[in-house]
């Protein structure tokens, strides 16, 4: 019986068929992407549904949920971007505050600061996101509220080894404690029924925060 041969022919065919469908499939989520972020501008984040995202990127229903299963998702993906700087950018700081001989309790008020700061720019993305779920699950490391919570975390365990606070303090608890108040729904609340400015909401959670150094 002769063996078959390989018909190296339609592996390179292949091949090329594959690397063509990645090829159009982020070109479609660029896409997706981009006609999102110009509908939000235009019309906000809750007046604009999948369905019409869909419509103004010229792709049908199916393309946009293989590439997105909801708008929470999507949205997320538009904050990739910004999420990956905020990151950066509070490490390098975080760093420069160490090198500066700055204390952890210190890092955590920057942090803090610039946390509800963020959160009130993309309050409406953030929205969407909480809608679907996709905060706190420990088991996707990049979502947002986690690596916060990470983030707090850490700091107020530094801030125990270098006794700058009570080491009874129960760290799990405070951290959640402290990010309570930047759930985008409560956020929500105190921004736009309790009224309260970006700066007081800042200046009340870092009082909060400074007021573990007083506990012994």
């Given at each position: 019986m002769q063996?078959?041969?390989?018909?190296l022919g339609s592996i390179s065919?292949?091949?090329s068929e594959e690397r063509?469908?990645?090829?159009?499939?982020?070109?479609?989520?660029e896409l997706l992407l981009q006609t999102a972020e110009v509908l939000f501008a235009q019309h906000g984040v809750e007046n604009v549904s999948m369905a019409d995202i869909a419509q103004a990127a010229g792709v049908?229903?199916?393309?946009?949920?293989?590439?997105?299963?909801?708008?929470?998702?999507l949205c997320l993906a538009l904050m990739d971007a910004q999420l990956s700087d905020f990151q950066e950018a509070m490490?390098?700081?975080m760093r420069?505050?160490?090198?500066?001989?700055?204390s952890s309790m210190?890092?955590?008020?920057?942090?803090?600061?610039?946390?509800?700061?963020f959160t009130a720019v993309h309050q409406p993305l953030l929205c969407e996101v909480q809608r679907e779920g996709l905060f706190g699950n420990s088991t996707h490391l990049s979502l947002p509220h986690f690596w916060q919570h990470m983030t707090v975390s850490g700091l107020l365990q530094t801030a125990v080894l270098r006794q700058e606070i009570s080491a009874e303090l129960d760290i799990?608890?405070?951290?959640?404690?402290?990010?309570?108040?930047?759930?985008?729904?409560?956020f929500r609340f105190q921004r736009e029924v309790r009224g309260f400015s970006v700066e007081r909401i800042s200046a009340g959670l870092r009082s909060l925060a400074a007021s573990l150094k007083q506990v012994t």
């Amino acid at each position: 019986m002769q063996p078959r041969s390989i018909p190296l022919g339609s592996i390179s065919e292949s091949g090329s068929e594959e690397r063509h469908e990645r090829r159009d499939a982020a070109a479609n989520r660029e896409l997706l992407l981009q006609t999102a972020e110009v509908l939000f501008a235009q019309h906000g984040v809750e007046n604009v549904s999948m369905a019409d995202i869909a419509q103004a990127a010229g792709v049908g229903k199916g393309t946009l949920y293989r590439r997105f299963a909801n708008k929470g998702e999507l949205c997320l993906a538009l904050m990739d971007a910004q999420l990956s700087d905020f990151q950066e950018a509070m490490l390098a700081r975080m760093r420069q505050m160490v090198v500066d001989g700055e204390s952890s309790m210190a890092q955590l008020d920057m942090f803090l600061d610039a946390l509800v700061h963020f959160t009130a720019v993309h309050q409406p993305l953030l929205c969407e996101v909480q809608r679907e779920g996709l905060f706190g699950n420990s088991t996707h490391l990049s979502l947002p509220h986690f690596w916060q919570h990470m983030t707090v975390s850490g700091l107020l365990q530094t801030a125990v080894l270098r006794q700058e606070i009570s080491a009874e303090l129960d760290i799990a608890y405070i951290a959640d404690a402290l990010l309570a108040p930047l759930k985008v729904d409560l956020f929500r609340f105190q921004r736009e029924v309790r009224g309260f400015s970006v700066e007081r909401i800042s200046a009340g959670l870092r009082s909060l925060a400074a007021s573990l150094k007083q506990v012994t």
